[in-house]
């Protein structure tokens, strides 16, 4: 997960997919409860296919509120952090924090995100679609069975719960995949694992502790970070020069199955220079790409760069005088494949900016 890789301001917000895995416990009739099993003699229900256990599954993650305590587990390390999720009258409020380490928050309302990084003593704030919550997991369709296996392999008992073991298998070696434990009651998942191609486990997370409430108060959405003394940056879209005419970067070739599904334009934070933002996505696995005018002195050659961090993956080089940065939560040969086909193809068309 790049959650180290967070140098430009919008990449910092690729470390949130820890929440994907998010484990809930379920809600009683009355208030609420942490890790409560179900009524004696309630009988699994076994009837759903595995698909549709992820889709039930993103669905709860993304329309209950709630408030609990997780463990996140990659490259060696254990970081706790703290989520809380509220849908009321239609909004999304949502706030992360890490619980040690660096101290990070990042709280979402509505479509403005605010990045909260204490060790940079820098606030970052972005505008983000309202459909992309911080807890989702990857959309399941026919695309996706293409380039996947999803498999129920099991039912178990976790923390007194029966549970549904759905595995995430990639076909090839450009994607990683994933195994959940899903809760029969809830649909929530208890526990999540992401895996390379040999089935080894990159990431894990557990949650430790899960309250579900009908009422989340406006308090536990406001930052317990002093901002005295920060730096206040925003990342906005790029202003483009009226008839100045944009290059149309796009990756001459792919991987089986990715496809573009986003060009636009932003501004890094503390510059005044536009950046060309692509994202490229297999349906489950995406990738960003970052196009930058290339600053190096001139004849100084060009060293292509990378970096895996846990399951996140950067890949950096120079085409045509201008930076290409690849980064996502995929193993490292996708980023340096698709970074190395990016090329430019004339002046950008009316209107190809944004979704």
């Known amino acids: 997960m790049p959650r180290t890789l967070c140098n430009s301001g919008f990449l910092c917000l690729a470390l949130v997919w820890a929440l994907a895995g998010a484990a809930m416990a379920d809600e009683p009739a009355h208030g609420s409860s942490s890790g409560q099993a179900p ?60 619980l040690d380490g660096s101290g990070r928050e990042f709280i979402r309302t509505g479509t403005n995100l605010t990045c909260y990084l204490p060790d940079r003593r820098t606030v970052l704030v972005e505008q983000r679609p309202p459909e992309q919550s911080l807890v989702s997991f990857p959309t399941v369709n026919d695309r996706t069975a293409t380039f996947y296996d999803i498999r129920e392999v099991g039912h178990t008992r976790l923390n007194r719960r029966e549970t549904h073991v759905i ?19 809830t649909a929530m998942p208890l526990k999540t694992q992401l895996c390379d191609a040999h089935g080894h ?87 960003s790409v970052f196009v930058e005018r290339q600053t190096a002195p001139a004849g100084q050659p060009a060293v292509p760069e990378s970096a895996t961090v846990g399951s996140s993956s950067a890949f950096s080089t120079v085409v045509d005088g201008h930076k290409i940065t690849a980064v996502g939560e995929v193993p490292l040969a996708t980023v340096r494949f698709i970074a190395s086909q990016v090329k430019a193809q004339g002046a950008a068309p009316d209107g190809s900016r944004g979704r």
């Open 39 to 98: 009524a004696p003699g309630a009988k699994p229900s076994f009837e759903h296919a595995p698909a549709e256990w992820l889709e039930r599954m993103n669905h709860a993650l993304t329309t209950r509120s709630y408030d609990g305590t997780f463990s996140h587990w990659h490259g060696g390390r254990v970081e706790m952090l703290r989520i809380i999720h509220r849908l009321q009258d239609g909004t999304v409020s949502e706030r992360l924090a890490s």
């Open 167 to 185: 595995t995430v298998s990639p076909k090839d070696e450009f994607r990683y995949g994933y195994r959940l434990w899903i809760d029969d009651s």
């Open 201 to 287: 486990v990159i990431e894990q997370i557990v949650f430790a502790s899960l309250t579900l409430s009908s009422h989340l108060p406006d308090s536990l959405f406001k930052p317990e970070v002093s901002t005295e003394g920060f730096q206040w940056l925003r990342n906005d879209a790029a202003r483009q020069a009226p008839g100045a005419a944009a290059l149309a970067w796009n990756a001459m070739r792919l991987p089986p199955g990715f496809r573009m599904t986003v060009r636009s334009a932003q501004v890094l934070p503390g510059s005044s220079n536009a950046v060309d933002h692509l994202v490229f996505t297999d349906g489950f696995a995406s990738v």
